[in-house]
């Protein structure tokens, strides 16, 4: 066997307790697999890293089924056909769809959509113009149900989901006001992308009094990516028939239990919000639509986007385990080749 027939995988080694650190991953080298009828193998480009896969990694059914312990990570690869077993696609093409954390990985053609480097670079397909924008897309227009003249916040708003959210709530006519976690993201956000204020939520003491200073007419919609201290504030901001999309709980992936006690629902009675969960999945039937508008935006200048850039297959985890730090700017990504 020569290298070429080889290809690199991360596997999960074990499940974390808590926070998940480097030992629960392990690089492995085995024979490049090779696609069925309906399948393509690609070189893997880019691989995405996401917040959700900290579900995969427990042993609990959820929306997103478990990874078992030996197994191959998976996730999102924009990558290149080397091997074609559909009619629709042959070597050279460029796509993005369901891999491996590998070098080279097998895909459902079935899943796959082509990539176009004239709408925008690559990794762009695994965040705005992938499963993040769609879901800040459906999320904030569908839940959100945004109004001219709203003031939206979002959580997590210098991530993946949250920076496309606040772009999205701008161009609808809202007042945008984010939470992020380092001066150099809330600069981003208002000087880049157009947010009306943020809030450092690592340096704010008391995120009542920023709110209020932020959102002095009060929040009518709150994109929560995070949950948390934040979430709690929010809360007691909300204004009459205030919307809460509850897209993730960042802040709660690795709880090993749910808190309980009195929390904040009490605050919903009087304002009458609605609180309502959302799965970017739900909206599949209509992912061209959010495909063509998202990539009109990002042709057209109106909605910005950022990649954070991990270098090298082998620091892939590094990169996984950076979400829960912040290490990201925009939507994180690992360069493979
Ligand atoms: P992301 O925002 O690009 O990355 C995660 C960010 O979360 C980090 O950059 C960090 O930024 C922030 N964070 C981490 N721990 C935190 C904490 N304890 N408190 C506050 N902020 C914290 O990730 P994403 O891919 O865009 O996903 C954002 C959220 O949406 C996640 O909760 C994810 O699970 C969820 N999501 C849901 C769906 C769905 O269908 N429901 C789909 C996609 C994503 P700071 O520097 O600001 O702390
Ligand atoms: C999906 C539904 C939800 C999916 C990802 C998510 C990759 C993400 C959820 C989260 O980040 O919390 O079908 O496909």
């Known amino acids: ?49 996401d917040p959700y896969m900290r579900g995969r990694m427990r042993d609990a059914e959820s ?3 478990p990874w078992a312990v030996g197994d191959a990570l998976q996730g999102g690869v924009v990558g290149e056909v080397v091997e074609s077993a559909d009619d629709r696609y042959e070597p050279g093409d460029l796509v993005v769809g369901n891999g491996t954390w590998a070098d080279h990985a097998v895909l459902d053609a079935d899943d796959v959509a082509p990539v176009d480097p004239a709408v925008a670079d690559p990794p762009a397909y695994l965040g705005v113009l992938g499963m993040p924008g769609r879901t800040a897309y459906f999320g904030l227009l569908e839940v959100g149900e945004p109004k001219p003249g709203d003031t939206v916040v979002v959580s997590g708003a210098a991530g993946a989901v949250g920076s496309v959210v606040g772009q999205i709530a701008k161009l609808n006519g809202c007042r945008v006001v984010g939470f992020a976690g380092t001066d150099e993201k809330t600069e981003w956000l208002t000087a880049g992308l157009g947010f009306d204020a943020a809030i450092n939520y690592r340096t704010a003491d008391d995120y009542g009094a920023a709110l209020a200073e932020a959102a002095p007419d009060g929040v009518d919609v709150y994109f929560d990516n995070v949950g948390g201290p934040i979430t709690d504030a929010v809360f007691r901001d909300l204004n009459l028939d205030a919307r809460v999309a509850v897209c993730g709980q960042i802040a709660h992936y690795n709880d ?3 808190p309980t006690g009195p929390r904040k629902l009490p ?15 739900d909206y599949a039937t209509r992912f061209d639509e959010a495909a063509d508008r998202l990539s009109k935006w990002v042709a057209d200048g109106e909605i910005e986007h950022r990649e954070t850039v991990v270098e090298g297959l082998e620091n892939a985890p590094d990169a996984f385990l950076g979400l829960f730090s912040g290490d990201n700017v925009g939507k994180q990504v690992v360069r493979v080749d």
């Open 1 to 49: 066997m020569t290298d070429t027939d080889t290809t690199r995988e991360w596997i999960l080694a074990e499940r974390p307790r808590g926070e998940p650190d480097l030992d629960c991953f392990d690089f492995r080298e085995r024979d490049r697999p090779s696609p069925d009828a309906g399948e393509l193998l690609v070189r893997v480009r880019y691989l995405s890293v």
């Open 63 to 65: 929306y997103a089924e």
């Open 256 to 258: 090993e239990e749910t």
């Open 267 to 281: 605050l919903l009675i009087a304002a009458r919000a609605r609180v309502q969960g959302l799965l970017v999945s």
